[in-house]
């Protein structure tokens, strides 16, 4: 396994928290909008403080695995109909359920380790794994500049809120990888006021949703030389 198969949901955080929103204004400080505009800026600025401020790292994380996993077995069939040179998507339903939660812990903690490389790139690497996270950190920083955000609807109910959001790849190499995406930013409101992202999901239904993200992988894979 490459690194990147295991950090895969720090890079995907990168671009999809981080990536540059347009098209919009501020608005009141206590609003969902504005929470996703303050996880953005905290990732493009490098603040820790601020990004644990606006995003539950631990659920967004295991949020994300859990939804790969289902995402994954549910669609191997169509997965490997459309990557069949790819090893990972020769495998059957059942097979891809156990890898997934035979990888959960480790893949979880890879993240998280790349998310400290990056929100502090003076910090040492002393392992191989810890050099694993650091380069995977400075992936990150080239997918987060290589993407824009736009807000779509926002609908919010009680304390909990959805915001649609429309990503878009730029013109640097990373930025073609995907051209656009499309997924879905759950949060919930503290006691003060303020929203936190909980939870960023897509589907295999929605255009643009769960397999334009595997076929940027696929596009990545092939960039680095991985094929």
């Known amino acids: 396994m490459t690194p990147l198969r295991g950090g895969v949901l720090a890079l995907v955080l990168a671009v999809l928290i981080g990536g540059a929103y347009v098209g919009f204004s ?21 603040d820790r403080a601020l990004f644990e401020e606006y995003v539950d790292t631990d659920a967004v994380l295991a949020g994300m695995h859990e939804d790969a996993s289902a995402l994954l077995a549910d669609n191997i069939d169509a997965l490997h109909a459309r990557h069949p040179a790819d090893w990972f998507f020769r495998h059957d339903a059942a097979f891809m ?32 794994e810890d050099g694993n996270a650091r380069w995977a950190s400075d992936e990150m920083r080239a997918f987060a500049a290589g993407y824009t955000c736009t807000l779509g609807a926002v609908h919010a109910e009680g304390n909990r809120a959805e915001a649609e959001v429309l990503v878009h790849g730029g013109a640097s190499d990373y930025g073609r990888l995907m051209p656009e995406a499309s997924v879905t930013m759950e949060m919930i409101r503290r006691d003060d006021g ?3 992202l909980v939870r960023i999901r897509t589907d295999a239904e929605r255009p643009n949703g769960f397999f334009a993200l595997i076929d940027a992988a696929e596009r990545y894979w092939a960039l680095q030389g991985w094929d």
Do not use: H
Not at 31 to 37: C, G, I
Not at 108 to 113: K, L, V
């Open 97 to 128: 359920r156990s890898y997934m939660a035979e990888r959960r812990a480790a893949d979880i903690a890879f993240a998280r380790a790349a998310l400290d490389y990056y929100f502090d790139d003076a910090r040492v690497s002393v392992t191989k």
């Open 26 to 46: 501020w608005q009141r400080a206590r609003t969902p909008e504005a929470a996703l505009l303050q996880a953005a800026r905290a990732v493009q600025e490098q």
């Open 194 to 196: 303020r929203w936190r």
